[in-house]
């Protein structure tokens, strides 16, 4: 799983685990940009965004303005922009799923030529990060440029390939009627909610998750990984939740695997990324290697598939690496498909 505990993403939500990210905010210089502002057109180019978001996704959520919450406003004719700067201290949990420091921008285009807009946002931001970085200094790969946008929303991907992003992470969602296609069910699977007894086990699982989603540019490797690791599984076996969130695929007796999925109100932090009532987090899922393309993770996703449905949960979402050779193809075949997509540059500034 990709930084399931990294709470971000495009339109403005707060974060759990995250406790203490700080979001650097209220300096807004409103006016920023060569025209200045006019709320008329401020709202011309919202509304125009939005208008098109909807026609563009059907589940995304209606998208609000997060110039209150923003460190500055970009402006170009057709396009604004609101940039924010987020840090989390070294040692944290949260440092294990993301780079200390964060500088997003979250833009609304619109107009006859999108992609142009897209561009000229991101001339205007160049400038900003490069004074940002440097006040900065010293974070180097821990740290990153990041736009986050609506999956089906591609005008202007190549302005940002030609910047040096990539396409890194994804916020897919699956639908709760949506069918997909695994392999057959595998004799032998039991999957069982996880007891204390198996926090070595769990511990372990998670660091091999942990330093397998390290390579692909979000997640991070850190020294005090399984420290984090261990004490987040052994308060989360400890918590007192209407179903429990950790669940052990074992193979004739042996565990192979791991879920963990989060319902409401647990998964709250997320449900305003998707046009849905209800909404499941499903946060990790993992096999052991040597476990592998035979049918555990399948098992695994069909038991959390049968917890959500059995909790009428609408839609289900869950982080991945996109580059990931493993998780990408197999959710896709689970019924899962992308809903925001995550741009990173790392470090921010070349
Ligand atoms: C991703 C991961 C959980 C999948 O678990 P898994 O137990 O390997 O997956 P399964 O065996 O249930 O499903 C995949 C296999 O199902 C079979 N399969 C897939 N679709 C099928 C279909 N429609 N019909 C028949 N068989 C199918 C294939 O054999 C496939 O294996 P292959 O991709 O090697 O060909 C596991 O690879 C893993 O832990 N990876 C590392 C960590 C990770 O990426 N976790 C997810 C983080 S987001």
């Known amino acids: 799983m990709q930084a399931q505990q990294a709470r971000d993403t495009g339109s403005g939500h707060d974060a759990k685990r995250d406790r203490g990210t700080m979001h650097d905010t209220n300096t807004n210089r409103g006016g920023d940009g060569p025209r200045g502002g006019g709320a008329d057109r401020d709202t011309a180019v919202l509304d125009g965004y939005a208008e098109?978001?909807?026609a563009t996704d059907p589940l995304l959520p209606a998208f609000t303005n997060p110039a209150a919450s923003a460190s500055a406003v970009l402006r170009t004719r057709d396009g604004m922009a609101f940039t924010t700067r987020s840090a989390v201290p070294p040692g944290s949990m949260g440092s294990l799923w993301r780079p200390l420091v964060e500088y997003r921008?979250?833009?609304?285009?619109?107009?006859?030529?999108?992609?142009?807009?897209?561009d000229g946002l991101l001339c205007r931001w160049e400038d900003q990060l490069a004074e940002a970085v440097?006040?900065?200094e010293g974070y180097g790969w821990d740290s990153a440029a990041v736009v986050t946008r609506p999956s089906r929303d591609t005008t202007g991907a190549t302005a940002l390939l030609r910047r040096g992003f990539a396409a890194t992470r994804v916020l897919a969602v699956r639908p709760a009627n949506?069918?997909?296609?695994?392999?057959?069910?595998?004799?032998?699977?039991r999957i069982r909610a996880a007891v204390e007894q198996d926090l070595p086990t769990l511990t372990r699982m998670r660091a091999e998750l942990h330093a397998y989603d390290s390579q692909f540019g979000v997640v991070t490797a850190r020294s005090d990984a399984l420290e984090r690791l261990t004490e987040d599984a052994r308060a989360q076996l400890a918590a007192d939740t209407s179903v429990p969130q950790l669940w052990i695929a074992e193979l004739y007796g042996?565990?192979?695997g791991f879920l963990e999925v989060e319902l409401p109100p647990e998964a709250n932090w997320i449900a305003?990324?998707?046009?849905?009532?209800?909404v499941g987090y499903l946060a990790s899922l993992h096999v052991a290697e040597e476990a592998r393309s035979s049918g555990v993770g399948s098992a695994l996703v069909a038991h959390a598939h049968q917890l959500f449905d059995s909790e009428d949960i609408e839609a289900v979402l869950l982080h991945h690496a996109l580059e990931?050779?493993?998780?990408t193809p197999f959710w896709y075949a689970h019924g899962y498909r992308p809903l925001w997509t995550s741009w990173y540059r790392r470090p921010a500034v070349g």
Do not use: E, I, N
């Open 52 to 54: 098109r978001m909807a």
């Open 105 to 118: 921008l979250d833009m609304r285009v619109t107009g006859s030529d999108p992609a142009t807009a897209v």
């Open 134 to 136: 440097s006040y900065d």
């Open 178 to 189: 949506r069918l997909g296609a695994g392999p057959p069910a595998v004799p032998g699977v």
């Open 254 to 256: 042996r565990p192979l």
């Open 272 to 278: 305003g990324y998707v046009q849905a009532d209800r």
């Open 324 to 327: 990931s050779p493993r998780s």
